[in-house]
Structure formats: C-alpha cells, structure tokens
C-alpha cells in the first residue's frame, strides 16, 4: 500500500469507531430496551390527533415514559396506546390519562394526573380513566362560524322586580 491507501484506512477506521460509539450512546438513553427498569401500561382513548409512537408520557409536566405502541381497538373504534413507564414512578391505579398538547403548534403528549388509591399499576395493568385529544380546529371553526346574536328581535326593556 502506498502512503494514501494507508492514510484512508485509518481515517475509515476512526469514522467506523465514531459512528459505532454514537449508536451505543443512543441505544443508551433511548426507551429501546424496554427491560430496563420500565413497566408496559395500556390506555384506551376516543381520540389520539398528534400521539404516535416515542411521544413523551409526563406527569407534572416530567417525562417519565413514552408511547411504545399504537393501534385501533376494532370492537370499541378507540385508539389504543402501549406505554412504557419508568419502573420506579408508582402510577396509582384510579389515575387519569389525558392527551395534552404543549400549545397551538407544539407537539402532543400522553399527561397522566396520579390518583388518590394506595394500590399502584404493574406491568401489563391498563389505566381506565382517560381523556383524549381536543380539535382546536374544530372548535375554532366551530367559534368562528356560530350564529350570532341580534338580527330583528325587539329589545325588551328589562325590569328589576321582575313580573311581582
């Protein structure tokens, strides 16, 4: 080999060691290995709009999971979503799971709201309260589009005593 070819090698080499290191950082603070210290909880929801799989679960506004799964439970037409909780944040089991937006243009996330019970969720559990997603659209469209009051009713003259 001549000086180039050698030259190349090793700068390959370094680039191959940089990019395997990056992939082990990630793997490390990513959610992908689910048996590390995390329980799987389902929730069933009416609506989903902006939740799909690595959205954040907080609590409190902490991220303390993410969703792991979604699907369409086809007896009930509901979404259904698998989360992974942290194993060392108890969820009480008459919490509720709302789907909450961060504002008008931020993303959606799954909030839980813990309850009051002394009995917490395990692995497998599934949370039976829950809130889905608000269309802001709708509603705007909905506010902006109402009937309006006025037009030709008479005004009546209002009496404070009423009809005595």
Same mark, same amino acid.
């Given at each position: 080999?001549?000086?180039?070819?050698?030259?190349?090698?090793?700068? /390959?080499?370094?680039?191959? %060691?940089?990019?395997?290191?990056?992939?082990?950082?990630?793997? /490390?603070?990513?959610?992908? %290995?689910?048996?590390?210290? +995390?329980?799987?909880? /389902?929730?069933?929801?009416?609506?989903v709009?902006?939740?799909?799989?690595?959205?954040?679960?907080?609590?409190?506004?902490?991220?303390? /999971?993410?969703?792991?799964?979604?699907?369409?439970?086809? +007896?009930?037409?509901?979404?259904?979503?698998?989360?992974l909780i942290?194993?060392?944040?108890?969820?009480?089991?008459?919490?509720?799971?709302?789907?909450?937006?961060?504002?008008?243009?931020?993303?959606?996330y799954?909030?839980?709201?813990?309850?009051?019970?002394?009995?917490?969720?395990?692995?497998?559990?599934?949370?039976?309260?829950?809130?889905?997603?608000?269309?802001?659209?709708?509603?705007?469209? +909905?506010?902006?589009?109402?009937?309006?009051?006025?037009?030709?009713?008479?005004?009546?003259?209002?009496?404070?005593?009423?009809?005595?």
């Amino acid at each position: 080999m001549n000086r180039s070819g050698i030259f190349e090698t090793i700068v /390959g080499l370094i680039v191959v %060691a940089v990019a395997a290191a990056f992939m082990f950082y990630a793997y /490390g603070v990513s959610d992908a %290995a689910v048996g590390k210290g +995390q329980i799987r909880l /389902g929730a069933n929801f009416g609506k989903v709009d902006g939740i799909s799989v690595g959205s954040e679960v907080r609590i409190a506004g902490v991220k303390i /999971g993410s969703v792991a799964g979604e699907g369409l439970n086809t +007896q009930t037409y509901e979404a259904d979503l698998n989360l992974l909780i942290d194993a060392d944040i108890p969820i009480p089991d008459d919490s509720v799971a709302k789907i909450s937006a961060d504002g008008l243009l931020g993303g959606a996330y799954v909030a839980i709201e813990p309850g009051a019970s002394e009995e917490y969720l395990a692995d497998g559990d599934r949370i039976t309260i829950t809130q889905g997603s608000v269309d802001f659209v709708g509603l705007a469209v +909905q506010a902006f589009t109402a009937p309006r009051g006025g037009g030709n009713d008479e005004k009546k003259e209002l009496d404070p005593l009423g009809d005595f």
